[in-house]
Every structure is written in structure tokens, then in C-alpha cells.
């Protein structure tokens, strides 16, 4: 079946250092992969995203690769800043799953100033 | 566009009432997707829905969820009775078919069953 991997948090960095939050998947086929965030207090939103083996997402200064050869999304940031505290989503959706987005745990980031 | 809108946005209650969750969809968007998220259980996909019918529910835990959506601008998820396991942050989200999967997410609703 269809799974998604994130590492534990919680995640603590002091401002500007680099970040790597890894996300390994299980699917059938071709899936998309995604990145959502979750500030303190809202819903979840989409971060960014790779349709195809090898695209590489990016936004607000995060990037992810699609790794097909090693089933990995890794989300990686060169400097954080205080803002980007929150919690990151790694998710999945299949062609055959019905579109449904396949979830990981969260990963839980605090960036101290 | 004003996004998904959820009410209410905090629900206090008692074990055993009733508890109605309402979710506006975002203008054109044909899916809906009811989540429940919880420290122990993470973020758990409930229903969703596609043209206002329910395709998936298999994520309901129990008889005591429904959830409907009788036209496009509107969902509710109801719990009746409630219990305190069923405290929880409840979100609502929304995608059109040509957003390529991207789902937009309502701020929720934090329910809390004493």
C-alpha cells in the first residue's frame, strides 16, 4: 500500500541554521509528492510540491527533490528563520488511491532566536 | 476569495450532546475532505466528498459521525452522541480539479467533549 515516513520531531535549530526534515515514501506507480506546513493555530498549506521523479519543489526558501531511486521527499532549508516555526507535512497522492492525500505524522520544527 | 470557512472555530460540550461542525468550501471547488488531528493519531482523513457525494467514509470512526453535504457551498460533521475521545481539532479542506491535488485547508475547529 501507500505510506509516508517523516522523522520524528521535535526539531530545535537556532536562527539561520540549515534544515533537513527527511520524508520517505511507499507507493505504487507514480505518486506526487507534497510538503504542507502548519503554523500554530491555523490549518494546514501546501508548501510546495513534485509531480515526477527528479522535480524539484521550492518556496519561501525550502526545497525537496523527488528521489525516485531512494523513495525520498527530504525538505531542506539553508537558514531558517524564527518564522518558519511550525509543523511540516510530508504527503503522497496516487493515480489508484482515489486522489487521496497520504499523510505523514508531522514533523515538529522550533527555531529559537 | 475569502478560503475555506469553518465554524465554529472553538466548541466546548458536555459527553453525550450533540455537536454539529460547518464547513463553506472554497467558491468552484468540486472535493471536500473532512480531517480529524490529534496528538496520538496525527492528522486522519474522515470522509470526503466529490459534486456533494460522499466517495469515501471509511475513515468515519463510528456510528456516531455523519457527516453530509447537500449542496456545494455548505458541509456539516455531525457527532452524536459525543464523547471526550472525540476531542480533537477538526478541519474542513477543498480542492478543485484543476488545482492538481493541492488541498486548502480551513483555520478549524478545536472541539473539546468534557
Known amino acids: 500500500g501507500n505510506s509516508v515516513t517523516q522523522m520524528e520531531g521535535p526539531v530545535t535549530l537556532s536562527e539561520e541554521a540549515f534544515l533537513t526534515i527527511n520524508c520517505t515514501y511507499t507507493a505504487t506507480g507514480y505518486p506526487s509528492l507534497f510538503w504542507y506546513v502548519q503554523y500554530p493555530g491555523e490549518g494546514l498549506q501546501l508548501l510546495l510540491k513534485a509531480t515526477k521523479a527528479d522535480d524539484k519543489g521550492s518556496n519561501k526558501g525550502f526545497e525537496a527533490t523527488y528521489r525516485k531511486e531512494t523513495t525520498s521527499f527530504h525538505l531542506e532549508k539553508g537558514s531558517v528563520q524564527v518564522s518558519d516555526s511550525a509543523v511540516y507535512f510530508c504527503a503522497l497522492v496516487n493515480a489508484g488511491n482515489n486522489r487521496k492525500l497520504i499523510w505523514g505524522l508531522g514533523t515538529s520544527l522550533a527555531v529559537n532566536p | 476569495d475569502a478560503g475555506v470557512i469553518q465554524s465554529p472555530r472553538h466548541e466546548v460540550t458536555e459527553m453525550g450532546q450533540e455537536v454539529t461542525l460547518r464547513c463553506k468550501p472554497i467558491s468552484g471547488h468540486d472535493y471536500l475532505f473532512w480531517y480529524r488531528q490529534t496528538m496520538m493519531r496525527g492528522l486522519e482523513l474522515l470522509i470526503y466528498?466529490?459534486?456533494?457525494?460522499?466517495?469515501?467514509d471509511s475513515g468515519m470512526p463510528e456510528d456516531r459521525f455523519s457527516a453530509k453535504m447537500p449542496n456545494a457551498s455548505f458541509s456539516t460533521l455531525k457527532i452524536q452522541p459525543s464523547e471526550p475521545r472525540d476531542s480533537a481539532v477538526y478541519f474542513c479542506a477543498s480542492r478543485g480539479t484543476a488545482s492538481y491535488n493541492e488541498q486548502f485547508f480551513g483555520p478549524g475547529t478545536r472541539l473539546t467533549v468534557l
Open positions: 466528498f466529490n459534486n456533494n457525494v460522499p466517495i469515501d
